[in-house]
């Protein structure tokens, strides 16, 4: 069991308002943990905070044993994390397949992978992206919007996949094949993920591990097999 | 209110000072201090629209020029007797027939001096109200102002005859009939400037007070904030600029007055955006801070540049790059208490041993 | 020569003078679009431009000197321009009024540096011989008219940067990071994208560019200290005619501009012409104040 | 039981980004001082539809009616003069005034420019003002800066700029973000206690919160409205919790 990513009293804040204190994670490479809270708390701040594109104004992030505090969030993409933001954030602009390219940014440096073209199990876990492939992103549906996401980050062959509510505002069928498609990307790919999910049935059955926040800071954590999501739920008001 | 408030204090000290000037420093000096006080009242006027509405203008020296020009055209038609054909100096040496319908009123004082404050007032306003109802601001407001700058000084150039070209309009001597050449005229003309500089900074003080000030940083602070609790912006920055524009008129009337001459080559791009960079000195948001940075930087200017005209050049431009990156709230935030930037300051200041102001 | 030769000749001169204005302004506008900041430098890239064509035609003389101007002009420039954007631009990138003060103090330490180094006078470029002609029409309704070389130089340079970057945004990978580095910073930065690095490479790029434009330039008159600055208002009301950091737009304003500045100056003289080329920028704002080139796009949420 | 004329008609409104349909020929109808809680998932148009109404976006087609008048094509701050004011998911504070002129520029009821050449605001707006800061909760914070509040006093105060204005029609994009449970309640309390005299349209994810102000839902989705109806038929419609409330892994769904 090796600690893929390490948090240590991790702070942050906008400008004067500090919107994290003392976070402390420590995830275990091949697992899947689920993040959850209310709206608001500092889920996503604390995502972007490990991705890097939120500043970090105090302590310690270490992953594969390495300190990133310092680094920058096109240096940690390039070290295997990959990040699919809330509300997706694809570039409206671009057509799937340039969005899927700039996905590879990631492999920038890294020795032993090929940068040449987006991995077949991407359009495999995806099989829709092929059919629309040409088409401006910015007019794909919710949920086309959300497995393009995906397929970029994944095209980076990141080790540690943070997800932010991957599940919102999309359609129950797609859904499905998200789950699905995430499911795979554990088994297959031996990604490591952290999930921000409000949809608590789907998280519990997908994570092994939970981390509740509550204002900035982690209030609890533990297994999912221990509690059910309905008590964390109660707990947690969501 | 305190009994030993130390800005009171200072401040009455500060006026005492600047009323008995004259009978403190050599005539030179004071020359130089009426002149620079003047280009002050300017900078006043970048300060409300710069540092409290956020409005970058690169074309001050338009309005500062009109102001200029406005009562230079009097002093220039003083002792003319205009209803028997006479012209301006340099009107005859371009071969100028007739003196041009536009200059006639300019033989009142009273008209003059209106247009020293009303022409670039209302042209700013209106120029500002152009842009600002289409929501034109930041980076391209100021890109625009400076074309402005360009157009306006290109003009003044170009049509000699009528403006007195490169050279702008000089050599005049009386006002209303009293010499201006004496030293005794000095003086007075350097009182009456370092009044209107005293009302201008109260006037200015007492606005930024005022509601009207509060909603001016509040259209900086977010403009459609503002239009979304029901505010149209619009107005209230116009109104600034129109006076600020008021204000570089008022300023570059005196100037005219104080060295004897109004040109293109004080007009144009070069000097519009040196005057920002008084202010980036001094301190954009702080009032004493513009005129300070302005003294300051002309009196730098006129010791350096006399010595060494290239160094001074050279010396300018570092010192936009520095006041800019380093200084962002000039030699005036280093006082201000709580501001971030005064924190920041602390911080590296402290770390020298030196003795520092405050 | 005829009346239509004149008017011919005229917008031909307009193209040309829009060429001038696409180069200088292609580096602003990609910058502005990338990072919200403007050069005020930039007119000194041109400069910069002008003096290395003048130095690689001393050191190369001949009718290939231009040639050879041309690259060392790019690189020059845009190695100034990586320096500049380096050490000044980066670190105000979030002030776009203080970036625009600094880097004015950029451009008056260059012009004194000019100074110093080549005196105010200025120095002149000869046109190689092969760029001496005048291409001219004895017959048809278009008699009389006269197109110089110089002027057909500039458009086919303009015409060939213009697809060269077109290409370099649409075809490659670096274009690529670029686009969406426009488009969405953050999330470009999570995927990898040295965001840092893009930014410096399309300012280098635009300075290069204008540093072509200087070569150019220097063909056309003398390289005097203040040579950018004739050039680099028009550019500026070019950005802002042309939109946010499009390239379409960024055109079609430089063609805007160019062709009415040569137009009006059938009617009157240059310094009214400038007047009146505000006038119209300002008119022009009051119908569509975002340019010519808009887009509207979905804001995205969160 | 009469049915008031409504403050507020959408009609057939459609907002049309580049080929994105944000909003489709939405209808929506607010009575007057009535409470309208609008939730749907993320990218479901819920601020699009806020921002349509005040006038940050113009529909591409359809119109919106405000006390029985043609808003669609009004200028932003005539719209909100008409009495229609938004609070922003984002706080929207001023951040280098204090808290009391916040809320004091946002309760002028003269909005005349030519009127606020004077120090002291009319005493009626101060004593509107100071009382409000008394019900936000931020009394002691009277004289800060804006910017040096934290995120959920900021949250606090914009309500609080939204209620000054004093306008019909409030529009509240996620007041409870970044609040606690207890803030949570409190804010319920003050928008219960406000409507009647404002209509108050609410945009939350919280369910909990929805429930406390149990109001008349509607449900956007991708755009268009999904359903209207009290919190108890909306948590007991299939489709709603198909797509939205705590979706369950047991139900099967149809392909798109």
Same mark, same amino acid.
């Given at each position: 069991?090796?600690?893929?990513? *390490?948090?240590?009293?991790?702070?942050s804040a906008y400008g004067q308002s500090k919107v994290l204190w003392d976070v402390d994670m420590d995830i275990i490479q091949g697992s899947a943990i689920a993040l959850i809270g209310r709206?608001?708390?500092? *889920?996503?701040?604390?995502?972007?905070?490990?991705?890097?594109?939120?500043?970090?104004?105090?302590?310690?992030?270490?992953?594969?044993?390495?300190?990133?505090?310092?680094?920058?969030?096109?240096?940690?993409?390039?070290?295997?994390?990959?990040?699919?933001?809330?509300?997706?954030?694809? +570039?409206?602009?671009?057509?799937?397949?340039?969005?899927?390219?700039?996905?590879? !940014?990631?492999?920038?440096?890294?020795?032993?992978?090929?940068?040449?073209?987006?991995?077949?199990?991407?359009?495999?876990? +995806?099989? *829709?992206?092929?059919?629309?492939?040409?088409? *401006? !992103?910015?007019?794909?549906?919710?949920?086309?919007?959300?497995?393009?996401?995906?397929?970029? !980050?994944?095209?980076?062959?990141?080790?540690?996949?943070?997800?932010?509510?991957?599940?919102?505002?999309?359609?129950?069928?797609?859904?499905?094949?998200?789950?699905?498609?995430?499911?795979?990307?554990?088994?297959?790919?031996?990604?490591?993920?952290?999930?921000?999910?409000?949809?608590?049935? +789907?998280?519990?059955?997908?994570?092994?591990?939970?981390?509740?926040?509550?204002?900035?800071?982690?209030?609890?954590?533990?297994?999912?097999?221990?509690?059910?999501?309905?008590?964390?739920?109660?707990?947690?008001?969501? | 209110?305190?009994?030993?408030?130390?800005?009171?204090?200072?401040?009455?000290?500060?006026?005492?000072?600047?009323?008995?000037?004259?009978?403190?420093?050599?005539?030179?000096?004071?020359?130089?201090?009426?002149?620079?006080?003047?280009?002050?009242?300017? /900078?006043?006027?970048?300060?409300?629209?710069?540092?409290?509405?956020?409005?970058?203008?690169?074309?001050?020296?338009?309005?500062?020029?009109?102001?200029?020009? /406005?009562?230079?055209?009097?002093?220039?038609?003083?002792?003319?007797?205009?209803?028997?054909?006479?012209?301006?100096? %340099?009107?005859?040496?371009?071969?100028?027939?007739?003196?041009?319908? %536009?200059?006639?009123?300019?033989?009142?004082?009273?008209?003059?001096?209106?247009?020293?404050?009303?022409?670039?007032?209302?042209?700013?306003?209106?120029?500002?109200?152009?842009? %600002?109802?289409?929501?034109?601001?930041?980076?391209?407001?100021?890109?625009?102002?400076? /074309?402005?700058?360009?157009?306006?000084?290109?003009?003044?150039?170009?049509?000699?005859?009528?403006?007195?070209?490169?050279?702008?309009?000089?050599?005049?001597?009386?006002?209303?009939?009293?010499?201006?050449?004496?030293?005794?005229?000095?003086?007075?003309?350097?009182?009456?400037?370092?009044?209107?500089?005293?009302?201008? #900074?109260?006037?200015?003080?007492?606005?930024?007070?005022?509601?009207?000030?509060?909603?001016?940083?509040?259209?900086?602070?977010?403009?459609?904030?503002?239009?979304?609790?029901?505010?149209?912006?619009?107005?209230?920055?116009?109104?600034?600029?129109?006076?600020?524009?008021?204000?570089?008129?008022?300023?570059?009337?005196? %100037?005219?007055?104080?060295?004897?001459?109004?040109?293109? /080559?004080?007009?144009?791009?070069?000097?519009?955006?040196?005057?920002?960079?008084?202010?980036?000195?001094?301190?954009?948001?702080?009032?004493?801070?513009?005129?300070?940075?302005?003294?300051?930087?002309?009196?730098?200017?006129?010791?350096?540049?006399?010595?060494?005209?290239?160094?001074?050049?050279?010396?300018?431009?570092?010192?936009?790059?520095?006041?800019?990156?380093?200084?962002?709230?000039?030699?005036?935030?280093? #006082?201000?208490?709580?501001?971030?930037?005064?924190?920041?300051?602390?911080?590296?200041?402290?770390?020298?041993?030196?003795?520092?102001?405050? | 020569?005829?009346?239509?030769?004149?008017?011919?000749?005229?917008?031909?001169?307009?193209?040309?003078?829009?060429?001038?204005?696409?180069?200088?302004?292609?580096?602003?506008?990609?910058?502005?679009?990338?990072?919200?900041?403007?050069?005020?430098?930039?007119?000194?890239? $041109?400069?910069?431009?002008?003096?290395?064509?003048?130095?690689?035609?001393?050191?190369?003389?001949?009718?290939?000197?231009?040639?050879?101007?041309?690259?060392?002009?790019?690189?020059?420039?845009?190695?100034?321009?990586? $320096?500049?954007?380096?050490?000044?631009?980066?670190?105000?990138?979030?002030?776009?009024?203080?970036?625009?003060?600094?880097?004015?103090?950029?451009?008056?330490?260059?012009?004194?540096?000019?100074?110093?180094?080549?005196?105010?006078?200025?120095?002149?470029?000869?046109?190689?011989?092969?760029?001496?002609?005048?291409?001219?029409?004895?017959?048809?309704?278009?008699?009389?008219?006269?197109?110089?070389?110089?002027?057909?130089?500039?458009?086919?340079?303009?015409?060939?940067?213009?697809?060269?970057?077109?290409?370099?945004?649409?075809?490659?990978?670096?274009?690529?990071?670029?686009?969406?580095?426009?488009?969405?910073?953050?999330?470009?930065?999570?995927?990898?994208?040295?965001?840092?690095?893009?930014?410096?490479?399309?300012?280098?790029?635009?300075?290069?560019?204008?540093?072509?434009?200087?070569?150019?330039?220097?063909?056309?008159?003398?390289?005097?200290?203040?040579?950018?600055?004739?050039?680099?208002?028009?550019?500026? $009301?070019?950005?802002?005619?042309?939109?946010?950091?499009?390239?379409?737009? =960024? =055109?079609?304003?430089?063609?805007?501009?160019?062709?009415?500045?040569?137009?009006?100056?059938?009617?009157?003289?240059?310094?009214?012409?400038?007047?009146?080329?505000?006038?119209?920028?300002?008119?022009?704002?009051?119908?569509?104040?975002?340019?010519?080139?808009?887009?509207?796009?979905?804001?995205?949420?969160? | 039981?009469?049915?008031?004329?409504?403050?507020?008609?959408?009609?057939?409104?459609?907002?049309? @980004?580049?080929? @994105? &349909?944000?909003?489709?020929?939405?209808?929506?109808?607010?009575?007057?001082?009535?409470?309208?809680?609008?939730?749907?998932?993320?990218?479901?148009?819920?601020?699009?539809?806020?921002?349509?109404?005040?006038?940050?976006?113009?529909?591409?087609?359809?119109?919106?009616?405000?006390?029985?008048?043609?808003?669609?094509?009004?200028?932003?701050?005539?719209?909100?003069?008409?009495?229609?004011?938004? &609070?922003?998911?984002?706080?929207?504070?001023?951040?280098?005034?204090?808290?009391?002129?916040?809320?004091?520029?946002?309760?002028?009821?003269?909005?005349?420019?030519? &009127?606020? @050449?004077?120090?002291?605001?009319?005493?009626?707006?101060?004593?509107?003002?100071?009382?409000?800061?008394?019900?936000?909760?931020?009394?002691?914070?009277?004289? @800060?800066?804006?910017?040096?509040?934290?995120?959920?006093?900021?949250?606090?105060?914009?309500?609080?700029?939204?209620?000054?204005?004093?306008?019909?029609?409030?529009?509240?994009?996620?007041?409870?973000?970044?609040?606690?449970?207890?803030?949570?309640?409190?804010?319920?309390?003050?928008?219960?206690?406000?409507?009647? &005299?404002?209509?108050?349209?609410?945009?939350?994810?919280?369910?909990?919160?929805?429930?406390?102000?149990?109001?008349?839902?509607?449900?956007?989705?991708?755009?268009?409205?999904?359903?209207?109806?009290?919190?108890?038929?909306?948590?007991?419609?299939?489709?709603?919790?198909?797509?939205?409330?705590?979706?369950?892994?047991?139900?099967?769904?149809?392909?798109?």
């Amino acid at each position: 069991m090796t600690t893929l990513l *390490k948090l240590e009293k991790v702070a942050s804040a906008y400008g004067q308002s500090k919107v994290l204190w003392d976070v402390d994670m420590d995830i275990i490479q091949g697992s899947a943990i689920a993040l959850i809270g209310r709206n608001g708390v500092g *889920k996503s701040t604390l995502l972007k905070t490990i991705v890097g594109v939120q500043k970090l104004t105090g302590g310690k992030i270490t992953f594969r044993d390495q300190d990133v505090s310092a680094a920058s969030a096109h240096g940690r993409a390039r070290a295997g994390i990959g990040f699919v933001p809330q509300g997706r954030h694809v +570039f409206p602009h671009l057509t799937v397949m340039e969005n899927l390219t700039v996905g590879l !940014a990631a492999l920038t440096g890294r020795k032993g992978l090929t940068q040449s073209g987006i991995a077949d199990h991407i359009f495999d876990l +995806f099989p *829709k992206l092929t059919q629309i492939r040409a088409r *401006k !992103a910015g007019l794909l549906s919710g949920g086309e919007q959300q497995q393009l996401a995906l397929g970029r !980050a994944l095209a980076g062959q990141p080790s540690l996949l943070l997800l932010d509510e991957p599940t919102e505002g999309i359609q129950p069928s797609v859904v499905k094949q998200i789950e699905h498609a995430l499911r795979r990307i554990r088994t297959e790919l031996g990604v490591t993920i952290v999930i921000v999910e409000q949809y608590l049935d +789907f998280a519990w059955s997908f994570a092994e591990h939970y981390y509740v926040m509550q204002r900035g800071q982690i209030v609890r954590n533990g297994n999912t097999k221990d509690e059910t999501a309905a008590e964390i739920a109660h707990l947690v008001n969501i | 209110m305190k009994k030993f408030d130390p800005k009171l204090i200072s401040g009455i000290i500060i006026i005492i000072l600047g009323a008995l000037a004259p009978w403190i420093i050599s005539q030179y000096e004071l020359s130089l201090l009426g002149r620079f006080l003047a280009l002050s009242i300017l /900078a006043m006027g970048i300060m409300l629209t710069w540092g409290e509405a956020g409005i970058l203008s690169l074309g001050q020296g338009v309005f500062f020029g009109l102001g200029g020009y /406005a009562l230079a055209m009097h002093l220039k038609l003083e002792g003319l007797n205009v209803a028997n054909g006479d012209m301006p100096d %340099f009107m005859v040496w371009s071969g100028v027939s007739a003196l041009p319908k %536009f200059w006639y009123p300019f033989q009142s004082g009273i008209f003059s001096i209106a247009c020293v404050v009303l022409v670039p007032g209302l042209f700013a306003a209106g120029f500002s109200w152009l842009m %600002f109802r289409r929501r034109v601001g930041g980076v391209y407001f100021a890109l625009i102002t400076q /074309a402005l700058a360009l157009a306006f000084s290109t003009l003044l150039i170009s049509q000699q005859s009528l403006t007195g070209g490169f050279n702008g309009l000089t050599d005049y001597s009386t006002l209303f009939g009293y010499d201006i050449t004496t030293s005794e005229a000095a003086r007075v003309i350097y009182w009456v400037t370092f009044v209107i500089v005293v009302i201008a #900074f109260f006037f200015l003080k007492w606005l930024l007070g005022s509601r009207y000030g509060v909603m001016l940083r509040a259209t900086r602070d977010g403009e459609n904030r503002v239009r979304f609790l029901g505010h149209n912006p619009v107005p209230y920055k116009v109104v600034a600029f129109g006076i600020a524009g008021a204000l570089a008129g008022i300023g570059g009337a005196l %100037f005219t007055l104080h060295s004897g001459v109004v040109s293109p /080559a004080l007009v144009g791009v070069v000097p519009s955006i040196e005057m920002v960079v008084w202010v980036a000195v001094g301190g954009r948001n702080i009032l004493w801070g513009a005129i300070a940075g302005t003294l300051l930087v002309n009196f730098a200017k006129d010791q350096i540049s006399s010595a060494f005209p290239s160094l001074w050049l050279y010396g300018l431009g570092a010192l936009f790059i520095l006041a800019v990156s380093f200084l962002p709230m000039g030699i005036a935030g280093l #006082f201000r208490p709580g501001s971030g930037e005064e924190r920041v300051m602390r911080r590296i200041i402290s770390r020298r041993p030196l003795k520092t102001a405050e | 020569m005829g009346e239509s030769a004149f008017l011919v000749g005229q917008i031909f001169n307009g193209f040309s003078v829009a060429s001038l204005f696409v180069l200088a302004a292609l580096g602003l506008a990609l910058s502005f679009g990338l990072m919200r900041v403007i050069n005020m430098a930039h007119g000194e890239m $041109l400069m910069l431009g002008g003096y290395l064509a003048y130095m690689t035609l001393q050191v190369v003389p001949g009718p290939l000197g231009i040639i050879v101007a041309m690259p060392v002009a790019f690189l020059g420039a845009a190695l100034i321009g990586a $320096l500049l954007e380096w050490s000044v631009i980066h670190r105000l990138s979030a002030r776009p009024l203080d970036t625009l003060l600094a880097t004015w103090g950029v451009s008056l330490v260059l012009q004194q540096a000019a100074r110093n180094l080549f005196g105010a006078i200025g120095v002149e470029v000869t046109a190689p011989s092969w760029l001496n002609h005048v291409v001219q029409l004895h017959t048809g309704p278009l008699e009389g008219l006269t197109l110089p070389d110089t002027r057909l130089f500039i458009l086919v340079v303009a015409g060939i940067v213009l697809a060269g970057i077109a290409l370099i945004l649409n075809k490659t990978r670096l274009g690529l990071y670029v686009r969406a580095v426009n488009q969405d910073r953050s999330t470009a930065a999570a995927m990898g994208v040295n965001a840092r690095l893009i930014d410096l490479m399309v300012f280098s790029l635009g300075t290069g560019v204008a540093g072509l434009a200087g070569v150019i330039l220097a063909l056309l008159g003398p390289v005097t200290p203040t040579v950018g600055q004739s050039y680099i208002v028009p550019a500026f $009301l070019v950005v802002i005619l042309g939109g946010l950091g499009s390239l379409v737009g =960024t =055109t079609i304003a430089s063609l805007i501009v160019g062709l009415f500045t040569a137009l009006i100056e059938i009617f009157v003289d240059v310094s009214v012409a400038q007047v009146l080329l505000l006038v119209f920028v300002i008119v022009f704002i009051q119908f569509r104040p975002q340019g010519v080139i808009t887009v509207r796009t979905r804001a995205l949420e969160g | 039981m009469a049915i008031p004329a409504p403050i507020l008609m959408m009609e057939n409104v459609t907002v049309d @980004f580049d080929g @994105f &349909k944000a909003l489709t020929n939405v209808n929506l109808e607010i009575s007057p001082g009535a409470l309208r809680i609008l939730i749907g998932p993320n990218g479901a148009g819920k601020s699009t539809l806020c921002d349509t109404i005040i006038g940050r976006v113009r529909p591409t087609s359809g119109r919106i009616t405000f006390k029985d008048q043609v808003i669609t094509a009004l200028p932003e701050q005539e719209i909100v003069r008409r009495g229609i004011c938004r &609070k922003f998911q984002t706080p929207g504070v001023l951040p280098t005034l204090t808290v009391i002129e916040n809320l004091l520029i946002a309760g002028r009821k003269d909005r005349s420019w030519w &009127k606020t @050449f004077t120090h002291k605001a009319p005493k009626d707006e101060l004593s509107i003002a100071e009382d409000l800061l008394e019900k936000i909760g931020l009394a002691d914070r009277r004289d @800060f800066m804006a910017a040096d509040l934290a995120h959920g006093e900021k949250q606090w105060l914009e309500i609080g700029m939204v209620v000054a204005t004093d306008a019909d029609l409030l529009l509240l994009d996620e007041p409870t973000a970044g609040m606690g449970p207890t803030d949570t309640q409190r804010t319920a309390q003050l928008i219960l206690s406000l409507l009647g &005299k404002h209509a108050i349209v609410v945009i939350d994810h919280d369910m909990s919160f929805v429930e406390a102000l149990n109001g008349y839902v509607t449900v956007l989705h991708q755009g268009q409205i999904l359903k209207e109806g009290t919190v108890a038929e909306i948590r007991a419609d299939p489709e709603v919790t198909a797509v939205y409330l705590g979706r369950s892994d047991d139900d099967d769904t149809a392909e798109a």
